[in-house]
């Protein structure tokens, strides 16, 4: 009997057992993974300094995290309109591979004292005891880590996402000369809207470039979405192109029952407005993680607990994106950020953290919203 099994050892999986051992530190904690590691996982590998600040409280070396990258302290935006907007963040962010940042988390997970196994996981049911993995382990609580195709999810009978709820993105490495070594590059396009292609320089002299749009109708082909970066990006030359599905927030399933945990993509935590699904995942993980070591009733606390962090961020980018189906709102919004730092801040925050914007914003976009059609006349 283990205290806790985690299935899946990505970010959210990794901080779900840091936490839960950092709780009770002499807790059993098993952490599943059908890779070995260290593995590549298709990301824009965007690390945002509201993700970091998650894992430093847990007692994560941050320095060692990151390293071989350089900070990002810009970021360029254009809106579907064309209108851009280049501004300095108010705190760096990171771009770390994959292959090296989850590798990175699950051996500080290991040092903290959790048994990591490889196993691919089919089965979940719930005991009496607790709940049973694959008919052959047994563990108090399980913590679904297990990302966009959760099988934990299946298996707990949580609602499949919603139409209009996926994305789907392709991302490759590519050389970064052409863009400044310390600036991110959002471009957004009109063109199967709400849709962007990104380039994110790492440090290394490579830069992790890519295309995403939302599902909307059959899937889109790969020579599709290779040919909307193309045209988006047309000095990236990327090596081999690789796509995965992005489950949004706005089909967020519900993240628990009992003794059994939905965490980071498994529980479509990904934000809607950038595509940004770290932060939440090492979030939820650690609220989970605690709930798991601590809560009588972990499902119970988890669900309290994720309300009270991101309730009102997630309504918010919900009615936001909804909102954003029309693009020219993004091109308001690019004016109001190039305009006015507090602006850019704020927006940033929305898409990267669990920022908010208040009433006060709505004047700036009146007056933005105001000058931009005065311009387009
Ligand atoms: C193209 C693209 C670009 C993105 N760019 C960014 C970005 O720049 N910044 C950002 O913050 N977010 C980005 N995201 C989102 C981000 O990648 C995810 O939100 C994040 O990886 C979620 O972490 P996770 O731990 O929940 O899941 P994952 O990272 O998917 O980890 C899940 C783990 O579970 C394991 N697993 C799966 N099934 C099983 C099973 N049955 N049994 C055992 N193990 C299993 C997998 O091997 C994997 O290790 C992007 C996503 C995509 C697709």
Same mark, same amino acid.
């Given at each position: 009997?283990?205290? *806790? ?52 409280? @847990? ?61 691919? &996981? ?10 049973? &993995? ?9 913590i679904g880590a297990d990302g966009c195709e959760s099988v &934990? ?12 709820? @996926? ?14 070594? /310390?600036?991110?590059? *959002? ?16 440090? /290394? ?23 909307? *970066? ?17 489950? @949004? ?48 009733d972990p499902a119970c606390s988890y669900r309290h607990w994720?309300? /009270? ?24 919004g690019a004016v109001a950020a190039r305009e006015r730092q ?9 898409? @990267? ?25």
């Amino acid at each position: 009997m283990w205290d *806790l099994i985690i299935v899946g050892a990505g970010p959210a999986g990794s901080t779900a057992a840091l936490s839960a051992l950092r709780s009770d530190p002499r807790a059993s904690v098993l952490l599943l993974d059908a890779a070995a590691f260290p593995r590549d996982k298709v990301c824009g590998d965007g690390v945002a300094p509201h993700a970091l600040d998650v894992l430093r409280e @847990l007692g994560i070396d941050l320095e060692l995290l990151v390293a071989g990258t350089r900070p990002i302290t810009r970021l360029r935006m254009r809106s579907p309109g064309g209108v851009v907007a280049s501004r300095a963040f108010a705190r760096p962010a990171h771009v770390v591979p994959r292959e090296l940042f989850d590798d990175r988390l699950v051996r500080a997970a290991v040092a903290a004292g959790a048994v990591l196994q490889r196993r691919r &996981v089919r089965t979940i049911q719930q005991t009496p005891r607790g709940v049973l &993995v694959d008919g052959d382990l047994q563990g108090r609580t399980v913590i679904g880590a297990d990302g966009c195709e959760s099988v &934990v999810r299946r298996e707990s009978a949580a609602r499949a996402a919603p139409p209009g709820t @996926l994305a789907i993105a392709v991302r490759g490495y590519a050389p970064a000369h052409p863009w400044p070594a /310390n600036e991110q590059l *959002l471009a957004m396009t009109r063109i199967r809207w709400p849709a962007y292609a990104w380039a994110f320089p790492i440090g /290394n002299g490579m830069a992790n470039v890519g295309y995403g749009e939302l599902l909307q109708g059959p899937p889109p082909t790969r020579e599709h979405l290779a040919r909307r *970066l193309h045209e988006l990006l047309p000095r990236a030359e990327p090596g081999p192109l690789r796509g995965h599905r992005l489950p @949004l927030s706005t089909g967020r399933p519900d993240v628990g029952h009992g003794r059994l945990l939905l965490v980071g993509d498994a529980a479509s935590l990904i934000n809607p407005l950038t595509g940004e699904g770290i932060y939440y995942a090492v979030l939820s993980g650690a609220l989970a993680g605690r709930a798991a070591a601590l809560a009588p009733d972990p499902a119970c606390s988890y669900r309290h607990w994720l309300r /009270n962090a991101l309730g009102s961020h997630l309504r918010q980018t919900d009615l936001i994106a909804r909102l954003g189906r029309w693009p020219i709102l993004l091109d308001i919004g690019a004016v109001a950020a190039r305009e006015r730092q507090p602006i850019f801040d704020k927006l940033i925050d929305l898409g @990267l953290g669990d920022g908010k914007i208040g009433p006060a914003i709505v004047p700036a976009f009146l007056k933005s919203g105001l000058r931009l059609t005065t311009t387009l006349r």
